[in-house]
């Protein structure tokens, strides 16, 4: 009997989770997304709509939700058969955590001028740095850092996408959640690298544009300094006399 295909499996268990609206052709937008080329652009020809919103029949959330998954899929791997995760680690906690990370960033960046963090390492989610607080009830499992990184990742991948960004986290942690818990890590790991394909996630078109304009201040810009460092090749005019006349 042939074996079920990760990435069928598991795009219908997402689409269950983030968009039970999609689920009938959840399968057919995940082997899209991991053709690649035109057929992954096709789907973002429409921006995602909210989890539960009130969008028209082509305007889908599914393909940006796998978008994201590919986007962390490094993070998720990583984070799969962790022997500190189990099935007590939850939606809730993993919420919090993502939450705490991203404030404790923002917090660290602000003293520097230069924009960079002002802890060692890897911050808050680093080696020998605190644990990201725990959710209300103590009987779930606090994330990983691993976990963390792979939340932020997607959750961010989600508002580049055009998602609010409290249902992007709250959407990142329940997914990610269920993921890294799985019994079967190996057919999740299958799932993430059927779904990237060949063709790895790219930057979102702003950031793309962004970055290309910013090379061209910066080419621009060294332009200017080079030639104002050069020195000045024109003749010397006419000289001018003890009363400021000119001599000829």
Do not use: C, H
């Amino acid at each position: 009997m042939t074996a079920p295909d990760p990435l069928d499996t598991w795009s219908v268990r997402i689409a269950e989770r983030a968009a039970p609206g999609e689920r009938a052709f959840a399968a057919q937008t995940a082997r899209a997304y991991a053709a690649g080329g035109a057929s992954r652009r096709d789907l973002f020809s429409l921006p995602a709509r909210a989890p539960g919103g009130m969008g028209g029949g082509t305007v889908s959330l599914l393909p940006a939700v796998l978008d994201g998954l590919a986007y962390a899929a490094d993070s998720l791997r990583s984070a799969l058969g962790s022997p500190e995760l189990n099935n007590l680690l939850s939606a809730t906690a993993l919420l919090v955590g993502l939450r705490a990370q991203r404030s404790a960033e923002a917090a660290a960046r602000r003293p520097g001028e230069d924009g960079t963090p002002s802890g060692d390492g890897d911050g808050p989610v680093g080696e020998g740095a605190p644990a990201p607080p725990a959710a209300a009830d103590p009987r779930p499992a606090a994330p990983i850092p691993e976990t963390v990184r792979a939340a932020l990742s997607m959750s961010a991948r989600l508002r580049a996408r055009g998602l609010d960004p409290g249902e992007a986290d709250e959407l990142t942690a329940r997914l990610v959640a269920r993921l890294v818990t799985e019994d079967d890590p190996a057919e999740v790991a299958a799932f993430l690298d059927a779904l990237i394909g060949d063709e790895p996630p790219r930057p979102p078109d702003g950031r793309g544009t962004r970055y290309r304009k910013l090379r061209r201040l910066r080419s621009a810009a060294s332009g200017l300094l080079l030639r104002a460092g050069r020195p000045r090749t024109t003749g010397p005019g006419p000289s001018a006399g003890p009363e400021g006349t000119n001599q000829r």
